[in-house]
């Protein structure tokens, strides 16, 4: 029989873990955008030297919320305090499980009374419109699905303008100087006559823009944007680069949707469908517990602790209370040691199995990446994206550790590659595993991420 929803595809695959690992899908994919517009190197390069203009117009869905509880719905299912979020304010938005692990994370904006926007990947929309549709809330949800192919029109475009040049490329497209607008919060803009929406952001780890507005703006409010921005070398960033700026800036975008196990989700189960992001979700790596709950990852875990706030109930408050008492994992940045990572391509010309593959800047060959880390051949955390920073020339992997060992300076080992030759996964072509000598780096690996971005 065809599985009609996620608890149909879990039981028909025998468990969460078989049903993910044997997954047809490879990763997270950026469509619309060119792969490259100039070469990923010098996009890379754009956010740190120059001026980067990022199209976030297509890979993230989006929901619009809209009613009187349409707060109400979100202190109940987030670990974030909405005391005095006004319109015109943006925040990062953390929704868990009862048991208190991460479903997902997004964006939210307060767009006008009662009226706001989530935009991230499927998961942290699934959770919140089957709350506002199962339980009792006065608000209504518009789905914006992300886009396909070329031909998928969208509610809105995301454009962000990032780099130690954004400011003057701003100026020359504004004829002034761009408004002051305080970091996650919201302003107007008006370019070549059309009224649009300006995020003060830093996603890249620089300082920068996002902005927003009608579709059908689109490419005049980008082309007018590039035009300007020619003498700043401003750079568009394709699909294969996008990605890897949030290596730099420290967030792990790639995470198990903690919703497979527990039993107080299993009527999410069944509303979730079978061709939904968590039915459809492929897991690669070499981390390979059968039991999913050795997957999921809390928000301190996360970097995300600090957005916690225990001020009204929410779902996984009392879960989280307790384990702010016992936090025993960090997140690190992981720097891959040159030889080893130059052993990858050098097993392409040596007979037998080669090392699994990578390609760059993103290494990613599955939806939701997860390696082993190891100190001295026990194991002590895991790695959950991997890619290439030629701002930093280096090899590295966002990752999360015993916190004994998340000093920088210390030396772990990372397995890359999967055990048996590798699944049956499209991307994963058969390869043997490699030990990988990595070196633990603050996170966010970018000086300026970690010491302006962070800060504010």
Same mark, same amino acid.
């Given at each position: 029989m065809t599985a009609k929803t996620l608890g149909d595809a879990i039981r028909a695959a025998g468990s969460p873990v078989k049903l993910l690992r044997n997954s047809q899908i490879g990763p997270y994919a950026f469509p619309v955008l060119r792969a490259e517009y100039t070469n990923w190197r010098d996009e890379q390069r754009a956010w740190t030297d120059s001026c980067a203009l990022l199209d976030l117009s297509y890979h993230m869905t989006d929901l619009y919320v809209d009613g009187p509880d349409a707060l109400k719905l979100f202190a109940d299912l987030s670990v974030n305090s909405f005391h005095n979020f006004r319109v015109g304010q943006a925040k990062q938005l953390v929704l868990c499980n009862h048991s208190g692990y991460v479903i997902s994370d997004g964006i939210i904006f307060h767009l006008d009374t009662n009226k706001f926007n989530i935009t991230g990947r499927p998961p942290i929309h699934n959770w919140v419109q089957f709350n506002l549709e199962t339980r009792k809330y006065d608000a209504v949800a518009e789905r914006d699905e992300r886009a396909v192919d070329s031909k998928s029109r969208r509610k809105c475009f995301r454009f962000q303008i990032q780099g130690p040049q954004a400011a003057n490329v701003m100026e020359r497209v504004l004829g002034k100087p761009a408004p002051d607008i305080r970091f996650f919060h919201m302003g107007q803009m008006t370019i070549g006559g059309l009224s649009i929406r300006a995020l003060r952001h830093g996603m890249a780890g620089q300082a920068g823009w996002e902005l927003f507005g009608p579709f059908e703006y689109a490419d005049e409010i980008k082309n007018t944007i590039l035009a300007a921005g020619q003498e700043s070398g401003i750079r568009q960033v394709g699909a294969r680069a996008y990605p890897s700026a949030?290596?730099? /800036?420290?967030?792990? +975008?790639? $995470?198990?949707?903690?919703?497979?196990?527990?039993?107080?989700?299993?009527?999410?189960?069944?509303?979730?469908?079978?061709?939904?992001?968590?039915?459809?979700?492929?897991?690669? *790596?070499?981390?390979? /517990? =059968?039991?999913?709950?050795?997957?999921?990852?809390?928000? #301190?875990?996360?970097?995300?602790?600090?957005? $916690?706030?225990?001020?009204?109930?929410?779902?996984?408050?009392?879960?989280?209370?307790?384990? /702010?008492?016992?936090?025993?994992?960090?997140?690190?940045?992981?720097?891959? %040691?040159?030889? =080893? #990572?130059?052993?990858? #391509?050098?097993? !392409?010309?040596? +007979? *037998?199995? $080669?090392?699994?593959? !990578?390609? !760059?800047?993103?290494? %990613?060959?599955?939806?939701? +990446? #997860?390696?082993?880390?190891?100190? %001295?051949?026990?194991?002590?955390?895991?790695?959950?994206? /991997?890619?290439?920073?030629? %701002?930093?020339?280096?090899?590295?992997? !966002?990752?999360?550790?015993?916190?004994?060992?998340?000093?920088?300076?210390?030396?772990?080992?990372? $397995?890359?590659?999967?055990?048996?030759?590798?699944?049956?996964?499209?991307?994963?072509?058969?390869?043997?595993?490699i030990e990988i000598p990595v070196t633990v780096a603050p996170v966010p690996f970018s000086e300026v991420a970690r010491t302006l971005y962070r800060n504010q």
């Open positions: 949030t290596l730099e /800036s420290g967030w792990i +975008p790639s $995470i198990v949707p903690a919703v497979y196990h527990d039993e107080c989700m299993k009527e999410y189960r069944e509303w979730l469908g079978a061709d939904s992001y968590e039915a459809k979700a492929s897991l690669g *790596g070499s981390f390979d /517990s =059968e039991d999913i709950n050795d997957y999921y990852l809390n928000p #301190f875990e996360l970097g995300q602790g600090q957005i $916690i706030k225990y001020d009204h109930d929410f779902v996984g408050r009392t879960a989280l209370e307790q384990m /702010s008492k016992d936090r025993c994992r960090q997140k690190v940045t992981l720097v891959w %040691n040159p030889d =080893e #990572f130059a052993q990858v #391509f050098r097993s !392409l010309c040596e +007979p *037998g199995d $080669i090392v699994k593959y !990578l390609d !760059l800047p993103v290494a %990613n060959y599955a939806t939701i +990446p #997860f390696e082993r880390v190891l100190r %001295n051949g026990t194991p002590v955390g895991v790695a959950t994206s /991997s890619g290439y920073t030629y %701002n930093k020339r280096a090899m590295i992997s !966002l990752g999360v550790v015993d916190k004994e060992y998340a000093q920088p300076g210390t030396e772990l080992t990372l $397995i890359w590659g999967e055990s048996d030759r590798g699944s049956a996964k499209p991307t994963v072509e058969r390869h043997r595993q």
